[in-house]
């Protein structure tokens, strides 16, 4: 009769695996999280030009996130993103709020997740603990077609002296990188990760 019931209990465990949450594989990387953010504040000092953006600081408390930097007209709009994107059509968007600023960083999390989902590989910034590293710079723009954009900038804060500034670093390995995402699309349109070092770890695709 025991024998009976705990074949009987063996059978039932069988036909429930396929609905039961999976465990995460030790060798698989976390899922990565939003960094939390509870303040957003005018810079009144950089080291850029007065008239061409506006930087505001993005804090957890005391911790700085980074900025986000609004440029202050449309002139320096065109300017900067077609210096960043290579296209003048593309405006740069102004007044965006510590929601917004939450959501898109939501968002962004989020595509970044399902990018490590579906690759085999991927560079180590895109895993923790190494993308809670960085600081970010995030400038919102709406595309060609009318879509809500974000290009962003992730820097190493020790490695990096001047923080309030459009940052282009040539060097360094995952120490710098950048992406562009489509908030609207929901999708990585494209990432740039800085070498000549490049850290690759197991991504989370169907080997």
Not at 152 to 170: G, N
Request: glycine share 6%; with cysteine.
């Amino acid at each position: 009769m025991i024998m009976n019931k705990r074949a009987i209990l063996a059978f039932i465990t069988l036909m429930l695996m396929p609905f039961l949450p999976k465990a995460q594989s030790s060798g698989e990387p976390e899922r990565l999280q939003p960094k939390p953010m509870t303040s957003l504040s005018t810079v009144d000092e950089c080291t850029q030009p007065e008239d061409s953006i506006a930087y505001y600081a993005i804090r957890n408390g005391d911790a700085l996130i980074g900025y986000l930097m609004e440029p202050k007209d449309d002139i320096w709009s065109k300017m900067i993103l077609s210096w960043i994107l290579k296209d003048t059509r593309k405006k740069a968007l102004s007044g965006i709020t510590l929601n917004e600023l939450r959501e898109a960083e939501q968002q962004m999390v989020d595509i970044l997740n399902a990018y490590v989902d579906s690759a085999q590989e991927v560079h180590r910034c895109f895993t923790p603990p190494r993308f809670y590293d960085h600081g970010r710079q995030y400038l919102f723009y709406t595309d060609s077609e009318g879509h809500r954009c974000l290009f962003m900038t992730f820097y190493v804060y020790h490695e990096v002296e001047d923080l309030q500034r459009i940052l282009a670093v040539c060097d360094g390995g995952d120490s710098f990188w950048q992406a562009d995402f489509d908030l609207t699309e929901r999708k990585l349109k494209w990432f740039d990760v800085n070498g000549p070092i490049i850290y690759n770890v197991p991504g989370r695709g169907k080997k």
